[in-house]
């Protein structure tokens, strides 16, 4: 089976770091995305990467390490504005997209 | 260019009923996604059709079924209704090649079953 992982909620202060962990196992790869979805709103594209190493997007980067399968998406200067959930997903062996649960972020004042 | 499009926004249906959802998605997307999302469950893949064949399947009973026409537009639909069926229901399309990217998710349906 498919099975991806990551926390279901982090809290962080305006201004700070934070990393968002996800471990996956699944019968094939080709590729892992990162989405940003607000409360209420569908989710959108943040981050893709199918070779290991960190891709940066301004604020955002992605990490990923195929043969641990893990990756982590890190995002910097936190704004209010980033308080949404992060879904993790990977794309298998047939192009099908598989999600994580999504990790819950509240940035505080 | 418009982003990919469901109808209807929201549904309120009963025991028993069916249901039919639309999608159209972005002009030049051959591959539609479908998805349920829950608060428990998360995203849930339901399936995908590429070029008017179902491609991938989720594990969903057969009362959930899709299909995809000539036009890359594609409808979803669930028979026999639940309570548990009530969710968001989104759809994604995306070029549907290998090695291209992200899919775009449209504002999804949501549906209440009562």
């Known amino acids: 089976g498919q099975n991806i992982d990551q926390p279901t909620e982090m809290t962080a202060t305006e201004g700070a770091i934070v990393q968002i962990n996800c471990t996956y196992q699944?019968?094939?790869?080709?590729?892992l995305f990162w989405y940003q979805q607000h409360a209420g709103e569908a989710p959108t594209f943040l981050s893709y990467n199918v070779l290991d190493g960190l891709e940066e997007k301004g604020r955002f980067s992605s990490f990923l390490s195929r043969s641990k399968g893990y990756s982590y998406l890190l995002l910097k200067e936190l704004q209010m504005k980033d308080s949404a959930s992060y879904l993790c997903?990977?794309?298998?062996?047939?192009?099908?997209?598989?999600f994580g649960s999504g990790t819950k972020l509240n940035v505080k004042p | 260019k418009a982003g990919v499009t469901q109808t209807p926004r929201y549904l309120i249906k009963t025991r028993g009923q069916q249901v039919t959802l639309s999608c159209s998605p972005i002009s030049g997307h051959r591959s539609v996604s479908w998805y349920q999302q829950t608060p428990g469950q998360g995203l849930q893949f339901l399936f995908e059709?590429?070029?008017?064949?179902?491609?991938n399947k989720g594990n969903f009973p057969g009362r959930f079924s899709g299909r995809q026409f000539s036009n890359s537009r594609s409808e979803m639909n669930v028979s026999t209704l639940e309570l548990g069926d009530s969710a968001l229901y989104l759809c994604a399309s995306s070029f549907g090649r290998e090695g291209l990217r992200e899919q775009f998710f449209g504002p999804g349906t949501r549906l209440t079953v009562l």
């Open positions: 997903a990977v794309r298998g062996e047939r192009q099908e997209f598989y």
């Open positions: 059709y590429f070029s008017e064949t179902q491609r």
């Open positions: 699944t019968s094939g790869f080709n590729g």
